[in-house]
């Protein structure tokens, strides 16, 4: 076969070598951005997947023999995988959409199915497209950990039930563990941050007034307006932006002299700006999709640090805050204690189950 009617793959793959990683059980697994056998954008370090083990299939054409039934057996034990907290994902050697649905009804698999067409997913999970597959092995099974990093690499076809119990075994690993180190999220916790009148007084003034905005705007809030924060369409939540001037004295004493100093010890970081100071109410059901999100993300928030968040009561239940990325327990923190933590960190409010949460929010730069 010339060069000129060689398939692309094999022509890359010379190219693609020198980037070739060598990658094995300990290394830090590498993000990847795919798009699914529905056009959708996948990337492996996102939200949705993060606090989960993945299982990563690299596989040759759909149309292969050893490939299809490779792929049939991690169907067959995909409810096993899902219920031990695993996502599977599927990287295809080929980008064929109709291929790669059509075998998923076929076998009956739920999981995506991503095509690799530039080689840079294989690259980065140790195989040079177009030498490894087809020809050298059918399947690479890469199982990834919740903090990202590499904990096995299966060069076998029949890896499915392999692979169920090292994912098993991980997630055993994580409950064990809790038992002796609780799975602890870098965080720093900093009790009597607000006195019990200041958290009073915070709450009073969270009922007391300001107008209700009937939808979130992307134009900076008017002082005291109340606002609905939507994040993942989540519904429970109002935000009331702190323009009293004297509350505001009041507080920004209580951060300089109790948190700011604490942060600087801690992070080795010197505050010196924060965003404005509001006051947020969970009640009621929180629906949506809990996914979490992180602070820093958006050009317009990426001057964020770290995050501020102080519980102001507890009479309530549910409504703790978990970083997914660490642990699946949640923070809920005696009133007027502060949480000080990265805005790079995965974050969720869990929802409010009774009564009505009011907590302090803001964010250090």
Known sequence: MTDDLRPSWSRAA????PYTSDIGVGSPAADVSMFDQDGRPLRLFEDAFAGHTLVLVFCGPLDNAEVSKGLAGFARVENRLQDAGAKL??????????????????????APVCGDGNGSAFAQYGLGKGTDMPGRLSLRTVIVTPNRQVRAIMDEPQSASQAASIVDSVSEEGAAARHWVPGHAPILIIPNALTPDDCTALIGHFTAGGDFAIAKSSQPAPEGMKLPVYDYNRQDRIDHIISDQAILQRIDQRLHERVVPMVKKAFAFDVTQREPLHIARYNGPRDGIEVGHRDNVAASSAHRKFALSINLNDDFEGGELVFSEYAPQGYRAAPGTALVFSSSLLHEVQETTKGIRYNLISHFY
């Open 14 to 17: 010379p190219l693609l070598a």
């Open 89 to 110: 994902i599927i990287v295809s050697s080929r980008t064929d959409a109709r291929q790669a649905r059509g075998l998923k009804d076929e076998i009956g698999l739920a």
